[in-house]
Nanobody
Framework: QVQLVESGGGLVQPGGSLRLSCAAS????????MAWYRQAPGQQRELVAT???????NYAESVKGRFTISRDNAWNTVYLQMNSLKPADTAVYYC?????????WGQGTQVTVSS
């Protein structure tokens, strides 16, 4: 059974930092491209950052220079380091594992940026 479990969300003040984790099980993690998405209330889910199986990364323009995606294949975990957070970053954050036609999602973790 495939599971992706996100953690690390919470309430943070503007300008603060959070580190999200997504632990995967039931897949050959190192072969999968991983990604973080987010969905704010009333809005469509949007891509935040991706990392390939080889470690190449890509970011949405809105988070470039503030967010960093990384992976630890020994621990089957992908991370999203979020710095200089803004209220506009408030959303439920989801991780996704993708390999060819195989596509898995986590349940999401809430990030709220507010003073």
């Amino acid at each position: 059974q495939v599971q992706l479990v996100e953690s690390g969300g919470g309430l943070v003040q503007p300008g603060g930092s959070l580190r999200l984790s997504c632990a995967a099980s039931g897949i050959s993690f190192s072969n999968y491209a991983m990604a973080w998405y987010r969905q704010a209330p009333g809005q469509q889910r949007e891509l935040v950052a991706t990392i390939t199986s080889r470690g190449s990364t890509n970011y949405a323009e809105s988070v470039k220079g503030r967010f960093t995606i990384s992976r630890d294949n020994a621990w089957n975990t992908v991370y999203l380091q979020m710095n200089s957070l803004k209220p506009a970053d408030t959303a439920v954050y989801y991780c996704r594992a993708q390999l060819a036609v195989r596509n898995y999602w986590g349940q999401g973790t809430q990030v709220t940026v507010s003073s």
